[in-house]
């Protein structure tokens, strides 16, 4: 298969009785030999940070197979066939059960195969091979993916199953920037509208009637795969024609460690008909979407709680919304209110999207409600009246005197007024620098304590209710100080309604567009929230993450290029590395387009990198961009001193610090003497270690008169060792490098 070569060396294998006419299953014992050669270096980077080899080259003794293709047709003219003697049935079925425990079972896409009208454009192969000391390892080849062929294993880390990718590339001699480009090709159908009606109780139920209105794609298929929460069941699923549906979902989860998926596969009364729009009537209900935090306070998933495609941030569709929900509480959803009335002690709401969306969300609590506006756009605040039980126990614990000291009022209704000027002032930075503000109104609620992150849909942000308290209260509860809960988080969240919803992202692939800017919105606003001290001790810090080592003692930036993504993270990395490695570097790419792009001479030093970023925002309005994407607005913007390769494109920085790693490390000395005329001469030497000596870089140079410290412009590097010989106008004491921490490098001055 493509670039998997997997042999039987000897032994026997059994195939399962044929289904809809498609042999789908296979049992083999002997011994066999898969290779695999990466397609190129950065494949070849990942496969030797698991296993140490160039190659793939492995033996195995045991195997099933799983498939949708010409396999069983394939084999049977390279077999010996005999009376099949104890069967391999419970051997596959066990296989089967292990990986629906995984939450990676195989079901729903044999049956997409299976049932499929073209079991070319859907065809499946799936090996799971045993390998002496390794257990079971994946190779699969999916049609319908754009990464068609995958290799890799799932491993045990604490308490809770990881897949390590070992490899993931499209087929044939493609790129997966090219295969991503339209990152629904391969879609079946998209969804053009959600209509959901939900009811949410005061004991944290959610049920649900929703209906997905689709558009075919293509003709022939006839089983469709949503993503769907697990703890929320399944009672029917129904056509336009209101025909009852046979469907599969997973099995309802343990525990947040225990996971069988969160999936449903819906097979439908006739095909897809490409031009033939379909509706889907979805009927649910569980506990688990939402979740009690006492006192008024509740945790709403983040996802999952509708029935949505596999990376939905690449596409958009409509959002008609109704809740009914306890008229004593506060419901908060994605979208303009349209309505509200009260119907005994039911509120009911409705909310509609003006503008196709990404996802949808709503927040439900006991809320105190502020308000503010930043120029045109509504600034709502929905906090908590009332501490959740944890904080409640730590306010009763310092009103007790069981612990010293004074914390005041910890319900984040205290701090909801201050919580709306900073919100609005995020929108008129980040409306500066990237365009305007996408939406009407930005909506934000508080999370419980024990939940110590942020999330945002369009229009609507959680913030995790420690942010909510002020400088004090934090320490006095032994919560760490400083911009990183505060500003820069809020700042962060803020910024996601433009890197995620105005602009998504095609792939994972692409995922530090959204991540990345939003660390660096993080950052910009705390240098003009505090002030540039404060951003560049940010900047250090960003710098220090990536030099830090892993688990297993891996340099963080070392653990490969930002542009692969989620895959950063496995059990040879280490849980944090993915954050540390995609955000960090993420931001610092952008900060240094930024400074590359500071022009002096202007009132406004940053109006080059002001208008790169609201063209890029521009373009992909409300659409998924990739990283080639960005590449090409960049291009559009660049500056000559950005031209190192002389062509008008920014490869060489692309290729370094997007798809590629490494820090390098400058050192930097030169004397300044007085020339005629009031000048002075500068001479040095620029030398560049710790990278390949075909690395190039834009290094900013500055000037420095007394208190006075003046960026000159770039240096631009394109070997090692580069001599600085330069005349300047004016008497400057000294001549120095990166003083913004322009470019992510370690430099000794």
């Known amino acids: 298969r493509d670039r998997v070569h997997i042999t039987l060396v000897e032994g026997s294998i059994q195939f399962a009785q044929p289904v809809n006419g498609v042999t789908f299953g296979a049992a083999f014992h002997g011994k066999g030999r898969v290779r695999v050669e990466p397609p190129n270096p950065i494949e070849a980077q990942q496969l030797k940070l698991f296993e140490k080899q160039d190659k793939l080259d492995m033996s195995f003794t045991d195997a099933t197979f799983s498939f949708t293709d010409d396999l069983a047709e394939d084999v049977a003219k390279q077999v010996k066939w005999q009376t099949a003697g104890a069967t391999n049935d419970d051997f596959y079925a066990k296989r089967q059960k292990d990986r629906e425990d995984l939450g990676e079972s195989a079901v729903p896409r044999l049956w997409q195969g299976v049932l499929s009208g073209d079991r070319v454009r859907t065809a499946y192969f799936l090996a799971d091979l045993k390998v002496a000391g390794k257990d079971w390892v994946e190779f699969h080849l999916d049609a319908l993916d754009p990464e068609e062929i995958g290799v890799g294993r799932w491993v045990d880390v604490g308490p809770v199953k990881l897949f390590d990718v070992w490899m993931s590339f499209p087929a044939g001699a493609k790129t997966s920037a090219e295969v991503w480009k339209d990152p629904q090709a391969k879609e079946d ?54 025909r009852a549906l046979s469907f599969y979902q997973s099995r309802e989860n343990k525990d947040r460690f225990q996971s069988y998926g969160n999936y449903a596969a819906v097979v439908l009364a006739q095909p897809l008909q490409l031009g033939e729009p379909q509706s889907l009537e979805f009927h649910y209900a569980g506990k688990r979407a939402i979740r009690k935090a006492g006192n008024g306070n509740y945790f709403c998933e983040s996802s999952g709680w509708y029935p949505e495609r596999p990376n939905s941030f690449s ?69 908590n009246r009332e501490p959740d039980d944890l904080m409640a126990q730590v306010q009763r614990a310092f009103e007790s005197g069981a612990v010293q000291g004074a914390v005041g009022n910890l319900t984040p209704s205290a701090m909801a007024k201050t919580m709306g ?46 942010s909510f308290l002020d400088a004090t209260q934090r320490h006095e509860i032994g919560l760490p100080d400083g911009v990183q809960l505060t500003d820069f988080f809020r700042a962060h969240e803020s910024s996601h309604q433009w890197w ?29 929230r505090q002030n540039m001290k404060e951003a560049l001790a940010r900047w250090r810090k960003e710098k220090e993450l990536l030099h830090n080592k892993d688990l297993h003692g891996h340099v963080i930036e070392s653990l490969g290029p930002i542009w692969m993504g ?97 820090i390098p490390q400058y050192s930097f000395h030169a004397s ?45 590097v394109t070997h090692s060792s580069e001599p600085v010989d330069i005349t300047l106008a004016g008497k400057i004491d000294r001549v120095s490098i990166n003083d913004y921490e322009d470019l992510l490098a370690d430099v000794k001055e």
Request: charged share 20%; with cysteine; proline share 4%.
């Open 421 to 466: 000027q900073e919100m609005a002032n995020t929108i008129r930075l980040f409306s500066l620098y990237f365009g305007p503000y996408p939406y009407k109104h930005l909506a934000v609620t508080s999370l419980p304590i024990s939940y110590s992150y942020g999330q945002g849909w369009p229009g609507l942000i959680y913030l995790w209710s420690g």
């Open 566 to 662: 989620r895959r950063i993270r496995s059990s040879a990395t280490g849980p944090g590395s993915y954050q540390d490695l995609v955000y960090s570097k993420g931001a610092y790419v952008l900060h240094m387009l930024q400074l590359q792009l500071v022009d002096s001479r202007n009132p406004d030093p940053e109006h080059l990198f002001k208008d790169m970023m609201q063209d890029y925002c521009k373009t992909f309005d409300n659409q998924a961009a990739s990283t080639e994407d960005f590449k090409a607005i960049v291009e559009k913007h660049m500056t000559r001193g950005m031209d190192l390769d002389g062509n008008h494109k920014m490869d060489w920085f692309f290729n370094q610090y997007v798809y590629g790693t490494g």
């Open 315 to 383: 596409a958009r569709a409509d959002f008609d919304l109704t809740f009914h929900s306890p008229k004593n509480a506060v419901l908060v959803a994605t979208g303009e209110k349209t309505s509200e009335m009260v119907d005994g002690n039911t509120r009911v709401t409705t909310w509609k999207s003006e503008i196709p969306l990404a996802v949808a969300g709503f927040g439900y609590g006991d809320y105190k409600v502020a308000n503010d506006k930043a120029g045109e756009v509504a600034v709502d605040i929905y906090a």
């Open 672 to 716: 300044v003497e007085a020339a005629p005329d009031g000048k002075t001469h500068v001479k040095g030497e620029l030398t560049r270690s710790g990278v390949p000596d075909t690395w190039k870089d834009a290094v900013p140079l500055y000037a420095h008169m007394g208190d006075k410290t003046v960026r000159l412009g770039t240096l631009g």
């Open 189 to 242: 159908f998209s969804i053009r509208g959600y209509h959901i009606n939900a009811g949410v109780t005061s004991g944290a139920e959610l049920n649900a009637t929703t209906r997905v209105d689709i558009d075919p794609r293509l003709t022939g298929q006839s089983v469709l795969i949503f993503d769907l929460d697990s703890n929320l069941r399944l009672d029917s699923i129904k056509d336009a024609k209101g």
């Open 500 to 528: 995620g919803h105005r602009v998504g992202w095609k792939s994972y692939h692409d995922q530090w567009l959204s991540e990345g800017f939003a660390d660096f919105s993080g950052i910009l606003y705390v240098q003009y």
